[in-house]
């Protein structure tokens, strides 16, 4: 008697049989490619390929993510710099951290491993470990109106800049969630760079109409975080642009005055 499937209760028929085991077979082998590529980004005082193979599939073992899925990820963390180890605050610590983000976040683990590598190449550990990370940036995506896609290839912009003029990662997120309500996620990104390049190094024009309300600006004032600065600059560098909805003071929400004027 031919074996039947339990869901239909029909025969297993030798096509359907067949095709998933070339779909398992398939599926391994793109996997060692995977890994292959990954090999070539060790070195010879790393661990070897093997422990690396071994902890992916340990990570697989909770996760809904396919192992190229995951392996694609590992090949993003060492490729940006994240150390080739297998404890803590290594390449498998954080890609683990990335999946779950990126299971939460409709997003591949590559790209949440992209968002991740971006924040800590900037802030380093000030940043916080990678489990408190990927919260963080699940948040910009939870609160914000942004996909973590979007965010792995925006945040660097933002980061780059806020860390400059000492800013943290915690104020640069919540300015992205914030400034996302109001503008498209695309724009958003270059929005808050530029509010905070404005902030710290001010043109002429907003630097006079900040004086003459008491408001100072400059990288003292980032530093003395006089968030309310943000607002006025904000403000003022969009009534230059004619954008409607800052010149009718919409263009900030009030979850971003909250935030820019504490």
């Known amino acids: 008697r031919a074996p039947t499937c339990r869901r239909t209760g029909g025969p297993i028929t030798g096509a359907g049989a067949g095709g998933g085991f070339t779909a398992l077979v398939r599926g391994a082998a793109q996997l060692e490619t995977s890994l292959a590529n990954v090999s070539t980004l060790l070195s010879a005082a790393d661990p070897p390929i093997e422990r690396f193979r071994d902890g992916l599939l340990e990570i697989g073992q909770n996760s809904v993510k396919s192992a190229q899925d995951l392996s694609r990820g590992l090949y993003q963390a060492l490729s940006s710099g994240i150390p080739a180890t297998l404890g803590a605050g290594g390449a498998l610590d954080l890609l683990n951290q990335a999946q779950k983000v990126a299971t939460a976040g409709l997003a591949t683990t590559e790209d949440s491993v992209l968002a991740l590598t971006r924040v800590f190449n900037t802030y380093g550990a000030a940043a916080g470990s990678a489990a408190q990370v990927s919260d963080k940036l699940f948040a910009v995506v939870r609160d914000g109106v942004v996909e973590m896609p979007q965010l792995a290839k925006g945040i660097g912009e933002v980061t780059a800049v806020g860390s400059k003029f000492g800013l943290t990662f915690d104020e640069a997120a919540a300015a992205i969630a914030q400034v996302?309500?109001?503008?498209?996620?695309?724009?958003?990104?270059?929005?808050?760079?530029?509010?905070?390049?404005?902030?710290?190094?001010?043109?002429?024009?907003?630097?006079?109409?900040?004086?003459?309300?008491?408001?100072?600006?400059?990288?003292?004032?980032?530093?003395?975080?006089?968030?309310?600065?943000?607002?006025?600059?904000?403000?003022?560098?969009a009534s230059a642009t004619h954008d409607p909805r800052v010149a009718s003071g919409s263009g900030l929400n009030s979850g971003a005055r909250r935030h820019f004027l504490q």
């Open 180 to 237: 996302s309500k109001v503008l498209p996620a695309a724009e958003s990104f270059t929005a808050v760079r530029s509010l905070f390049q404005a902030v710290s190094a001010p043109t002429p024009e907003v630097a006079k109409a900040a004086s003459l309300l008491g408001v100072s600006l400059g990288e003292a004032a980032v530093q003395r975080r006089e968030h309310y600065a943000f607002h006025l600059t904000a403000m003022s560098r």
